[in-house]
């Protein structure tokens, strides 16, 4: 039997070089997930350059009936990409986090919908220059209760008061409206990821 023609559309948050001509590419999307697809790289000049880390693309991948394996990519279309991320290095550390905390946990999700749509607004926010920190504890936090963890009902209510004020405050005002102090943000996110991580199966 001949090879299907399927669209995958997403959001690429790794890729890595396969041997000399390929480049292996994690994305999420929306209506599948996390997928990973075999991309073939072409030395000629006139040919497309490959996707970036945190572009949104759309795929158009070969799946044979009778394997399990990678799918590969015939041809591709890049949607948006998001340069300005890398222009500053607290953006990127935040971004490739982002990206590790979907790699790691992405296989799992129950609703990949609202998540895909979390990790459009991060992308978003973190490109138009918005506190990169604030961004990761929203993100972490709803990420969290979006799985149906008690991020509210047990991390949230066992901070100090003091911290559960700012936390509250920090977690309900718009980014755009906030002047973050960085380092009570950064005890924060310290804070909900090693919760995360001693308390819940997720991995960030």
């Known amino acids: 039997m001949p090879a299907l023609v399927q669209t995958i559309e997403g959001t690429i948050l790794d890729r890595v070089e396969t041997g000399e001509s390929h480049l292996r590419i994690s994305l999420f999307s929306g209506k599948d997930g996390l997928k990973a697809v075999l991309l073939r ?94 961004i990761w504890l929203k993100t972490l936090f709803r990420f969290g209760r979006n799985e149906g963890l008690p991020v509210k009902q047990d991390w949230l209510a066992n901070l100090s008061r003091e911290e559960s004020k700012f936390a509250i405050f920090t977690l309900t005002t718009p980014v755009a409206e906030q002047d973050p102090k960085a380092a009570n943000v950064l005890n924060l996110v310290r804070s909900l990821r090693s919760w995360l991580n001693a308390e819940t199966e997720l991995k960030c």
């Open 41 to 134: 790289i072409y030395k000629r000049n006139r040919s497309l350059p490959p996707p970036d880390l945190f572009d949104d693309v759309e795929f158009n991948v070969n799946i044979s009936p009778n394997s399990n394996g990678i799918p590969f990519v015939k041809d591709f279309q890049i949607m948006r990409k998001r340069a300005k991320i890398a222009h500053h290095h607290l953006r990127f550390r935040v971004t490739s986090s982002l990206a590790r905390l979907f790699l790691d946990n992405g296989h799992h999700l129950q609703d990949t919908i609202p998540v895909y749509q979390l990790l459009i607004n991060a992308l978003s926010a973190l490109e138009d220059g918005l506190d990169p920190m604030t």
